[in-house]
Nanobody, 123 residues
Framework: QVQLVESGGGLVQAGGSLRLSCAAS????????MGWSRQAPGKEREPVAQ???????NYADSVKGRFTISRDSAKNTVYLQMNSLEPEDTAVYYC?????????????????WGKGTLVTVSS
């Protein structure tokens, strides 16, 4: 059993910053990638940022230069530092990861999702 638990969401004014965290726990033997997606009201879920095991990162065009994804492999934790927040960033942010477990050890692992954390940016 694997769990992803996000934290760090909340209400912030435009121009402000927030830092999201997501910790993975369970029968984990490796994580090949971790990332963040978001879903705004009335819109489909969209990828925001991803970091793979080698350290390479990818960002949605809408957040490049404002958001930074990082990872603490020893803690199975991924972070999303969000700066210069805009009202358009308001959404539920979901953590996701490709995880290899004792029951399913094959690369790159299965997809797991957290329950989400709400970020609200006021104008």
């Amino acid at each position: 059993q694997v769990q992803l638990v996000e934290s760090g969401g909340g209400l912030v004014q435009a121009g402000g910053s927030l830092r999201l965290s997501c910790a993975a726990s369970g029968s984990i033997i490796g994580i090949s990638a971790m990332g963040w997606s978001r879903q705004a009201p009335g819109k489909e879920r969209e990828p925001v940022a991803q970091i793979v095991s080698g350290g390479s990162t990818n960002y949605a065009d809408s957040v490049k230069g404002r958001f930074t994804i990082s990872r603490d492999s020893a803690k199975n934790t991924v972070y999303l530092q969000m700066n210069s927040l805009e009202p358009e960033d308001t959404a539920v942010y979901y953590c996701n990861a490709k995880i290899m477990t004792t029951g399913r050890p094959a690369w790159p692992g299965m997809d797991y999702w957290g329950k989400g954390t709400l970020v609200t940016v006021s104008s």
